[in-house]
């Protein structure tokens, strides 16, 4: 049995300030799958950018192989703990 880890990037950085950096970072880590958010935002962010999940994603895979790429959609009580 094998372990695969994943992990979510926040899409609040454009390729050429580091965003694409991280999904890199997320590739050389090892990791299985890397997910993004789309139409959700953090109260930190809220005064700076937010990309799409599919423009984000689409453009991220272009670079790619292999894409294991993807949007990640929870059902709101996931997201609130409700």
């Given at each position: 049995?094998?372990?695969r880890?994943?992990t979510?990037?926040l899409?609040?950085?454009?390729?050429?300030?580091?965003?694409?950096s991280?999904?890199q970072?997320a590739?050389q880590?090892?990791?299985?799958?890397?997910?993004?958010?789309d139409?959700?935002s953090?109260?930190?962010?809220r005064?700076?950018p937010?990309?799409?999940?599919?423009?984000?994603v689409r453009?991220?895979?272009?670079?790619?192989r292999?894409p294991?790429?993807?949007?990640l959609?929870l059902?709101?009580?996931?997201?609130?703990?409700?």
């Amino acid at each position: 049995m094998s372990l695969r880890l994943s992990t979510v990037i926040l899409p609040y950085r454009r390729r050429h300030e580091g965003g694409r950096s991280a999904w890199q970072r997320a590739e050389q880590l090892g990791f299985h799958t890397a997910y993004t958010y789309d139409h959700l935002s953090w109260r930190t962010f809220r005064e700076g950018p937010w990309f799409g999940a599919v423009p984000t994603v689409r453009g991220l895979n272009a670079e790619r192989r292999n894409p294991v790429r993807g949007d990640l959609v929870l059902p709101l009580p996931a997201v609130t703990g409700a």
